[in-house]
């Protein structure tokens, strides 16, 4: 199994490391696509060290390959795995805004999507952002449960890392791969 990688620009993106290793784990074979603003968290040299491959960073960087690399990408990956999946990249994708590597990936893909969302309690329930999200979930992007915006004060941390609450109408954290019942 193929999965790209896609890592955007929050605190939470050190722990796509983890992820990346955990993949890794189970077989599949990973391409990390880091964005920008991700790059400024953690460096491309440790997602190399750690893939094996090259990290996707820019749209035209100079390259002795004369293949179409967000297309050649898109038709290889089994799965978009994109975290963690800031407000900004969830409502490029929702808008159909492809102005960097990883939204033109996003919008040429046609394996399954899944997106774990990284933001405060605030940003994951402003209405601008449920609303990407349930756009996302019709077009059968994997995303977490909206009962993230609970507003019980003991899962504001975990809303806070962009996790949906343990409590309230889901009752559990979705796993890697569960759309939450969605």
């Known amino acids: 199994m193929i999965v790209a ?22 077989g599949a ?40 690399k967000h297309i050649q990408l898109a038709q290889s ?7 963690p999946a800031t407000a900004n990249t969830l409502a490029k994708f929702a808008n159909g805004i492809a102005d960097d590597f990883l939204s033109t ?17 605030e940003m994951w329930a402003h209405p601008a952002t449920r ?7 019709d077009r059968g992007v994997l995303a977490p449960p909206q009962c993230a915006t609970e507003d019980d004060p003991a899962d504001r941390s975990a809303a806070r890392r962009g996790c ?3 409590s309230g109408p889901c009752g559990r954290r979705p796993v890697v791969g569960d759309a939450g019942g969605s």
């Open 77 to 83: 990956i089994d799965l978009l795995l994109v975290a």
């Open 5 to 26: 990688l896609g890592v955007t620009g929050c605190i939470a993106a050190y722990k796509a490391v983890e992820v990346l290793r955990g993949l890794q784990k189970r």
């Open 29 to 68: 074979s990973v391409r990390v696509v880091l964005t920008r603003h991700g790059a400024e968290f953690v460096t491309p040299l440790t997602f190399q060290a750690i893939s094996g491959f090259p990290v996707i960073q820019e749209m035209f960087e100079p390259t002795d390959d004369p293949e179409i």
């Open 164 to 166: 949906p609450p343990a």
């Open 105 to 121: 990936l996003y919008i040429s893909n046609t394996a399954p999507v899944l997106v774990a969302p990284a933001m405060n309690v």
């Open 131 to 137: 609303e990407n999200v349930e756009r996302l979930r």
